[in-house]
Structure formats: C-alpha cells, structure tokens
C-alpha cells in the first residue's frame, strides 16, 4: 500500500515506522509509556472503589481514572518522548547528518511526530480496551466522537510542546530531566493521579488550569462522566490546549537547532571515530 502513495507522502510513512521500530529497540520508553499507566490504573482500580469528581458526584475508580491515564500515556507518547529523543538525536549527530541526506528535514520531523502520535493512539486504545473490557467502563456511542477530537487536538499540541521541548533543552543529557520535571508535577495537579475535589490548595488549582494537561484531560474525560446530560464537547478546553500547542509551535520554530550543542558528548564522540589512529 505504500508504494502506491505520492513520494514525499511514502517517504513520510516510511519514516514514521523507521521511527517506531527505534522505540522498540528502548524498552524503558516503552514500559514508561505504555506499561507504567496501566499498572497504575490496575493499581488504582484495586485500591480504591469510587471516585469523588467534586459537586457531590463519584464514579467508579476506573471510570476516572481510564481516561485520565489514556491523556497521561498520549502525553507521554508525544511531549516527553519526542522531546528526549529528538534533543538526545541532535547531540549525537543524527540531525546533522539527515541534513546532508537527500531526506527533506521536514519528513524527519514528520516521522518523529507521526511515530509519537501513533504510539499515543496505541497507548490510548490499550488503556480504554482495558477499561471497557476488564473493569466496565461505560462511554456512550455518541461521544465517541468528541473523545477522538480531543485526542486529536490533544496529541498534536504535546507533539508541538515536544519539539519546543527539544529546542530549549540545552544538552540531550538534560532533556530527561527537564521533561520528567514538566510532566510529572503536573500530572499530580491535572486530575490525573487524584481528583482535586471541590476545595484543593489554591496554588494547585491556578498551577492546573494555567497549564494544557488538565484541560486536555477534561475535554477527553468528558465524553466518559456518567453524570453529563448535555453535549460531551468541551470547546473551550479544546481551544486552550491548541493555543498550548500553537505556543509550542511557535518555540520550535524559532529555537530548534539541528547542530550538537556545545560541549555534547556525542557530537565530539563522532568527530573522534574518524580521526586516523596512532600504530602501537
């Protein structure tokens, strides 16, 4: 099927899963992507029975928390791997030589985009099947739509975010860091490990709404809370989230940098293997 496909649009495709396989020959990215949020909603789902989403309402543990950690593995799949790995890709002078390639540079980024969506929707189905099927999560068919355009705005604005990620960290080595520092804290404030209830710290509440993963969470748990009697969309979240990815958009664009920085071990590693070296 690809073959049949316009060029630039195979290569695309190509890379995309050149990219995947990349990720599977890293299983500690795989399991902090896929099998660290469903270990913890097993772990959740055991430990507690229902859920207070505030306004005296609960849910099932698992209605809650499905979606939340489905938001929680495309986040992960998006901004944190396309981050490290890209930040990580330009310090060992991968950039720099797939500028020499005949690969137009924007089919490179396509292909780590597309791979980071593609396993956020791999991890996103995985959470859900697991959800629906094991612990009886309920979604009605016709918010299955509003659901899949959240993930989509979703996934595209931390894909965004990912790649200013990789453009204002200063070294591959520090790009773990500085992404676990973003994501993890605000997981904890974004309604995705607990629910903040009606009355949380007021520093919580102004952290979790003036940052994109709690609006992105709202917007896809939406069309899951059994307690909505109106429509399951959430524009005004949707809109926030894009706007964090047009920022996103915008940091990477001006500040990406294909050449290794200053200092990188890996850049300096490569240049050395091609010096000649002394007979003994």
């Known amino acids: ?26 299983p500690i990215a795989a399991f902090f ?59 060992e002078g991968i950039l720099r030589r797939v500028r020499s390639t005949p690969l137009p540079p924007w089919v490179y980024l396509g292909g780590v985009v597309g791979s980071g969506v593609s396993i956020a929707a791999f991890g996103v189905a995985a959470m859900l099947a697991v959800g629906i099927g094991v612990y009886g999560v309920e979604v009605e068919l016709d918010a299955v739509l509003p659901a899949v355009v959240a993930f989509v705005v979703g996934v595209a604005s931390f894909a965004a975010l990912g790649l200013a990620l990789a453009a204002l960290a200063p070294t591959g080595q520090g790009a773990p860091a500085l992404a676990q520092a973003t994501i993890l804290p605000v997981a904890f404030v974004s309604d995705v490990f607990m629910p903040l209830g009606d009355d ?41 989230v894009a706007a964090w990815g047009a920022f996103g958009a915008v940091v990477a664009a001006r500040r990406f940098r294909w050449e290794p920085s200053v200092g990188s071990t890996g850049g300096g590693r490569s240049r050395r293997s091609r010096r000649p070296q002394p007979a003994d």
């Open 1 to 26: 099927m690809a073959d049949r496909l316009p060029s630039r649009l195979r290569l695309l495709v190509r890379q995309v899963g050149y990219q995947n396989r990349i990720f599977r020959r890293v």
């Open 33 to 91: 992507t896929l099998a660290f949020p469903l270990m913890f909603l097993f772990l959740f789902a055991s430990i507690f029975d229902d859920v207070s989403i505030g306004g005296g309402r609960e849910v099932a543990a698992a209605q809650f928390y499905a979606p939340g950690l489905a938001v929680f593995a495309a986040a992960s799949a998006t901004y944190t791997n396309i981050g490290i790995s890209t930040a990580i890709s330009r310090d």
């Open 200 to 240: 949380p710290a007021r520093w919580m509440e102004v952290l979790g709404d003036a940052l994109p993963l709690k609006s992105f969470v709202h917007a896809f748990f939406a069309p899951f809370d059994p307690f909505r009697t109106g429509s399951a969309w959430e524009p005004g979240h949707l809109l926030y």
